[in-house]
């Protein structure tokens, strides 16, 4: 698994030539955790080599089911150790269920004798393998520069985070979604190269930057999503009022849910004293996002945090916590709201709105994160 990185910024990108960019960091990916078993194919030609062992080539062909056995794992006919690598040779991939990757595999045992799959491979190609899953491949050049440095200073920000489940990150929405060279295009690798190395710091720290679909008019100021002091938030994540994603298809929406599935939503964080008879709007946020409903219930008023509900109805219909109101039905509660996401840092659907209108990866930056520096990582 990767060291933690001791990191320093270099010079802000913009005031300075281009130097040679340092070599890239490593990261361990799980891309596949704790399952009974998964597929593996070799793209080209392929080693296997076990801990402090020797080489070898894999000469089975085709798809191989990957699989616990007594002691150690078993590829197709072959015994393996309970941790073992495949090392691409140069020019080959190794598909992995319906994905194909770039780098080497750790494949291991878990003690509950399922599997585990960790890919070993660069950062700057595991943000290839991000960015046509965050944002569409096909949006404007400059959107997607962008998104690939706020990307990789999330990644290098959150290195390490799954450290004692024996890799760095995820490749699901717990970390960014990756599925390795699946999806990449011409338009990725430009903005992964002409972006290389760069990220954005606060005070010559990396700074810990987040993204979200649309904000719906304002972003929020991470604090009030992720808890701290407000006041103690760095400016560049205090978030903007932002006219940009006016044309987004997330900007309004509506979501309806019958009572029983609200109430089931709210009973699954506390009990209700009776049925539930109403829910109103609570508190809001400065950015105007709803942080609590009051729910009313046997006679009494309940306080009901907006996460909680969100997730427990579904994020996919409840698509943020901007509501702007509820509409009281004969069966049910109409959500109206705005945006999609947590509202925190880059709006993906303003950056490439600002990209269709000419604004380069370095202003629709400077919008999102006002104050932050472009800079190189140095490792």
Known sequence: MTAALPLALLAAVATRARAEPPAPARLEIAIVHQAVSTTIEAVGPVDVVPPGGRAK?????????????????????????????????????????????????ILRLDPGQTVTVVNDVGIEDYLEGVLPHEMDPDWPLEALKAQAVVARSFAYANMGK?????????????????????????????????????????????????????????????????????????????????????ASPHMRWTAFFAWQDVMAAIEERRRLPGPLKTLKIGRRDLAGYVRDFVARAGGKDLTVKASDLRSSLGAADLKSARITRLIVKKKGLEF?????????????WGARIQADKGRKYEQILRFYFPGADLSEIAE
């Open 162 to 246: 799954f450290r004692k489940d024996g890799f760095d990150l995820t490749a699901d929405t717990r970390s960014q979604m990756y599925k390795g060279v699946t999806a990449v295009n011409d338009n990725v690798r430009r903005a992964v190269k002409e972006t290389r190395g760069e990220v954005l710091g606060w005070h010559g720290e990396l700074l810990r930057v987040y993204y979200h679909a649309c904000c719906g008019g304002r972003t929020e100021n991470a604090a009030d999503v992720w808890g701290g002091d407000p006041k103690a938030t760095p400016p560049p994540l205090r978030g903007v009022k932002d006219p940009w994603c006016a």
């Open 57 to 105: 080539p894999l000469e089975w062909k085709g798809e191989l089911k990957l699989g616990p056995r007594e002691g150690g794992l078993r590829l197709a006919q072959l015994k393996l150790p309970s941790e073992t690598r495949l090392e691409p040779r140069e020019g080959a991939l190794i598909k992995v269920g319906p994905n194909q990757y770039r780098g080497s595999l």
């Open 336 to 348: 109206v709201g705005a945006g999609s996401g947590h509202g925190v840092g880059l709006c993906q």
